[in-house]
């Protein structure tokens, strides 16, 4: 191998594997922050107390 | 450390780093009003010039891994005595970040090597491979390989942090095995550029010894910068661990 094309094939492997790794973070970060914010979503909302029941208190029903 | 001046340090050092690193690639290939690029066209010692520039970017990867692996080893230490698992993500991620300097630092030698080392009578990635300081660096990056693989492997948190943590400080004895091994080893072929006991026949100009500490300056900004996003991820990766286990 020639020096012209080691040179060429270290320097692209530093920019390369930089950049590649950061792209590769960011996507993974984006991912687990969808996956956490869906998780959010459709957790079962937290008892609210009885007046704000969409069905009513006990007893209230029509 | 409040959450918004994580993300500032985190985002100021990816621009300081990038542009040290515009810096140091400008004053690698052309001249600059503070000097002219190196160039060692011509030289009778120097087997390939172009390579040779790796100079400004493969002890800084280097040095870079070896901050990296230092970040383990104190949070690994800091996990074994407080068998606390805060401690754990900092200490994994750091790894994770190291492994791929040296992974950048050991492909860039081994070409320089390849071009710089030739021997007559022996192939040159033997010359290299059997090199007692790249050896030393082979045997740190597989720990540190095994220390990454072994994560994927243990299930149960405490068990998995308490064997990390034990492989990130056996890990780490490589760097200072790798700073000694070729200042005391006479035979050693891989030079020394900066710092005591550095060769004298590997001495180098004031403008490049300087670019020389701008790369160290760009990778290590860029280190830092790895380090917290990898960070975040991994806090994030535990969090949904922890709401899937309840």
Do not use: C
């Not at chain 1, 270290?10 to 996507?27: D, E, N």
């Not at chain 2, 060692?40 to 790796?54: F, H, Q, S, Y």
């Not at chain 2, 990390?164 to 005391?184: D, E, K, N, Q, T």
């Not at chain 2, 891989?190 to 790369?215: C, K, M, Q, R, T």
């Amino acid at each position: 191998m020639d020096d012209a094309t080691t040179a060429t094939l270290a320097f692209a492997s530093i920019f390369a594997g930089l950049a590649g790794y950061w792209l590769r973070i960011r996507l993974a970060t984006s991912r687990m922050e969808r996956r956490l914010g869906r998780r959010h979503e459709t957790a079962p909302a937290p008892p609210t107390g009885k007046g704000k029941n969409p069905e009513g208190p006990e007893g209230t029903r029509e | 450390m409040r959450e918004d001046t994580v993300a500032r340090i985190r985002w100021g050092s990816l621009w300081l780093g990038l542009a040290a690193l515009a810096v140091l690639v400008w004053a690698t290939w052309w001249d600059t009003p503070w000097g002219r690029a190196p160039d060692w066209t011509g030289a009778t010692d120097v087997a390939a010039p172009m390579t040779r520039k790796l100079l400004f970017y493969h002890p800084a990867l280097a040095w870079a891994s070896f901050a990296a692996y230092l970040v383990t080893f104190a949070m690994s230490i800091a996990y074994l005595n407080e068998r606390d698992l805060r401690h754990d993500a900092p200490a994994r991620s750091a790894a994770a970040v190291g492994f791929l300097l040296n992974t950048l630092a050991l492909v860039t030698g081994t070409l320089w090597g390849i071009q710089e080392w030739s021997r007559s009578g022996q192939s040159a990635l033997a010359t290299v491979y059997t090199e007692p300081k790249v050896l030393v660096v082979v045997v740190m990056w597989l720990t540190f390989a095994a220390y990454l693989l072994l994560r994927r492997f243990v299930d149960e948190p405490a068990r998995r942090a308490r064997l990390a943590a034990a492989f990130g400080i056996l890990g780490f004895l490589g760097v200072p095995a790798s700073w000694l091994v070729s200042r005391l080893l006479a035979k050693s072929l891989h030079p020394d550029v900066v710092g005591p006991g550095a060769n004298p026949d590997a001495a180098i100009s004031a403008y490049e010894g300087g670019l020389v500490w701008l790369s160290a300056l760009a990778f290590t900004l860029l280190f830092v910068h790895l380090w917290l996003m990898r960070l975040r991820l991994a806090r994030l990766e535990d969090r949904l661990a922890g709401q899937e286990a309840s």
